[in-house]
């Protein structure tokens, strides 16, 4: 495997992290550097993320860098039943670095075993997502001023929820509490709540969003999708248990911040948007910083 | 007269022994029995004091190395090995856990690229209170031991 991909947030030492959200903060205080002008880039997205994809190829574009690639698989040599290893391989050939997104999981693993570039992990399925947790890291510690001891609200779908599980890890090693809140059917799963008392982590859990809301530093939110039920009257019973309301924001602390890895339905009121402890927007825009400074780390040119 | 002795004895070579008798296709399947071509001896619903019903096999003149054999351990912690020279056990060994294993096993997820191309399995060996797991290194989902199934 080459050192440098970045496949899953695990991969990645406690420095590494720490080198790139300096690295960050110092894109976002001054984004114009053209450190990327003799880089090829590619952006190879199996599957449609609008979102994700526009995000890293603003980053690339920023610092100067080329982006080849394709938005869908559809329009791509995959559409003629090309192998993702004989993609990996042809690409890795005129690319300096690989961006990828695809809906099989462990993908994104097995092309950075035949890459002779880095990969990065752009969404492998439902398996790792490992450039969002980066920017809720960062996010966390630009709103709270350091990673260390927070007491940290998980609300939604605990479950099936990979930027929840990989923010848990990531922030294990900064001494948090968490408090999960969720329907009884979308829980936290035991690995994870083995990995905690492994830890020595403080955890509780919760079935209703209430005024314990008022000792959160963060709150994370996310959706709570109907998918996940087998039975849609369950969905109808729980699915406004788990709305943030303004009203609700009354006697938090002051250093709260909430956020969420969008896009939103309706988990977070509307009404909550204009709160200045709604951080939701400021947090995908921090995604652009982090993701420029993740690529300046891998290439080595920072 | 002794459950080995009902099965053809042979002069040198290696005998797995122990082996629960509904481990035995299993077993059969993951050494890859159908690659070995000396003799080969297998019995299966010999008595057995500790399980009841054990099976055996005995492959002459084959020496696989314990690398190769420990991969018995997935499916049968208990099953002993033997190495026979004239016609005697000169070293008795049990089957250890590998740390990693792959090839042989599926990995449980539909959606794992192990599923959906042609790419080797690959897991780490994880012992829960006695119960093999197998954690799968492109996907990280957990094949649980009851649901191992070969690979093939
Ligand atoms: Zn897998």
């Not at chain 1, 205080?29 to 609008?50: D, G, M, Y």
């Not at chain 1, 968490?178 to 509780?204: A, G, M, W």
């Not at chain 2, 290696?14 to 059969?28: G, M, Y």
Request: net charge neutral.
């Amino acid at each position: 495997m080459n050192r440098k991909s970045l496949i899953s947030i695990m991969d990645y030492s406690k420095e590494d992290i720490f080198k790139i959200l300096d690295l960050a903060e110092e894109f976002q205080n001054n984004p114009k550097q053209r450190l990327l002008e003799n880089f090829v880039i590619a952006s190879l997205f199996f599957e449609p993320s609008t979102r994700t994809r526009l995000s890293f190829e603003s980053a690339i574009q920023k610092l100067g860098g080329k982006v080849v690639g394709f938005s869908e698989a559809a329009n791509s040599s995959v559409a003629k039943g090309e192998s993702l290893k004989d993609t990996i391989l042809t690409v890795s050939n005129y690319s300096d670095l690989i961006i990828m997104r695809h809906p099989i999981e462990g993908s994104a693993r097995y092309a950075s075993e035949i890459s002779s570039t880095p990969i990065i992990n752009a969404g492998d399925g439902a398996n790792q997502h490992p450039t969002q947790c980066l920017l809720d890291l960062y996010s966390i510690r630009k709103t709270q001023g350091s990673l260390e001891n927070l007491n940290i609200f998980l609300v939604g779908d605990l479950k099936y929820g990979r930027t929840v599980h990989s923010l848990l890890m990531a922030m294990s090693d900064f001494n948090p509490s968490f408090n999960f809140v969720s329907p009884q059917q979308l829980r936290l799963p035991q690995e994870y709540k083995d990995f905690l008392n492994e830890k020595e982590i403080e955890y509780y859990e919760h079935d209703k969003l209430d005024e314990n809301i008022k000792y959160a530093d963060i709150i994370y939110v996310t959706r709570v999708q109907k998918e996940r039920f087998s039975d849609p009257v369950e969905y109808e019973k729980v699915k406004n248990a788990y709305v943030l309301k303004n009203k609700m924001l009354e006697e938090t602390k002051d250093n709260l911040r909430i956020l969420h890895p969008l896009p939103r339905v309706n988990e977070i009121d509307i009404d909550v948007d204009a709160n200045p402890k709604a951080y939701y927007f400021k947090q995908a825009e921090n995604g652009v910083y982090v993701r420029m400074a993740l690529i300046c780390h891998i290439l080595g040119v920072k | 007269m002794k459950g080995e002795l009902k099965v053809k004895a042979i002069e040198k070579g290696t005998v797995i022994d122990h082996i629960k008798a509904e481990n035995l296709f299993k077993i059969i399947s993951i050494i890859e029995i159908e690659n070995i071509d000396t003799q080969i001896f297998i019995g299966s619903n010999l008595d057995s004091k500790k399980y009841g019903k054990k099976a055996i096999i005995k492959i002459a003149d084959r020496f696989p190395s314990m690398d190769d054999i420990n991969k018995i351990a997935l499916i049968d912690s208990n099953a002993v090995i033997n190495i026979i020279r004239d016609f005697k056990v000169v070293e008795k060994k049990k089957v250890e856990l590998p740390e990693t294993i792959t090839t042989y096993f599926k990995c449980i997820n539909p959606h794992c690229i192990t599923n959906n191309e042609n790419v080797e399995t690959k897991f780490k060996v994880i012992n829960k209170d006695g119960n093999v797991n197998l954690k799968c290194y492109y996907c990280d989902k957990i094949t649980g031991h009851n649901n191992l199934v070969i690979k093939r």
